[in-house]
Antibody, heavy 119, light 107 residues
Framework: QVQLQESGPGLVKPSQTLSLTCSVS??????????WSWIRQPAGKGLEWIGR???????KYIPSLESRVTMSLDTSKNEFSLKLSSVTAADTAVYYC???????????WGQGTPVTVSS | DIQMTQSPSSVSASVGDRVTITCRAS??????LAWYQQKPGKAPKLLIY???SLQSGVPSRFSGSGSGTDFTLTIGSLQAEDFATYYC?????????FGQGTKLEIK
């Protein structure tokens, strides 16, 4: 059974780059027809899909963040990463990684990691 | 982007009640819709995919229906563990988008 776990700094200064990693266990990120996605949720608010990556193609990002987002895969470590540059307070949220089926459903999800943007 | 609108935003119900939550897409999405349950401090959990397919391990009191722009999630007989926030999500077009959520509270 695949499990995902996010890690990274919980506090990032404005204008800096947020960097998170999602470690995958119980399955290889290189196998199967799956995507690996990042989703965020500001406190008390709804869910926002950030983008996805997979081994066989280019990553896809939400247009509103495309200029600031970079996703990558490290198959040797069985993990994938998110970098979000030039962060502001509006980027404060719980960040989730998730396995995305080819049809677009997210399952399972990591437990989430809170990130605060503040000086 | 496709906008997903859920109603109601919150609902109060009692154990044993039947509850229906609605999700409307701003344009037709066929059956490219999923439902998730989220409890406080936890990650969302997939309940229903392809509008009406029950995810493995999810109790049969959960059901989904709809196609095109209008969808429903029904909980047949509420249990204590069902009080949570529910989200719909469309996967028909990029970017994937979620509804704003429906909070199911104990009456």
């Amino acid at each position: 059974q695949v499990q995902l776990q996010e890690s990274g700094p919980g506090l990032v200064k404005p204008s800096q780059t947020l960097s998170l990693t999602c470690s995958v266990s119980g399955g290889s990120i290189s196998s199967g027809s799956y995507y690996w996605s990042w989703i965020r949720q500001p406190a008390g608010k709804g869910l926002e899909w950030i983008g996805r990556i997979y081994t066989s193609g280019r990553p896809k990002y939400i247009p509103s963040l495309e200029s600031r987002v970079t996703m990558s895969l490290d198959t040797s470590k069985n993990e994938f990463s998110l970098k979000l540059s030039s962060v502001t307070a509006a980027d404060t949220a719980v960040y989730y990684c998730a396995k995305e089926a080819v049809n677009g459903w997210f399952d399972p999800w990591g437990q989430g990691t809170p990130v605060t943007v503040s000086s | 982007d496709i906008q997903m609108t859920q109603s109601p935003s919150s609902v109060s119900a009692s154990v044993g009640d039947r509850v229906t939550i609605t999700c409307r897409a701003s344009q037709a999405i066929s059956n490219w819709l999923a439902w998730y349950q989220q409890k406080p401090g936890k990650a969302p959990k997939l309940l229903i995919y392809a509008a009406s397919s029950l995810q493995s391990g999810v109790p049969s009191r959960f059901s989904g229906s709809g196609s095109g722009t209008d969808f429903t999630l029904t909980i047949g007989s509420l249990q204590a563990e069902d009080f949570a926030t529910y989200y719909c999500q469309q996967a028909n077009r990029f970017p994937h988008t979620f509804g704003q959520g429906t909070k199911l509270e104990i009456k």
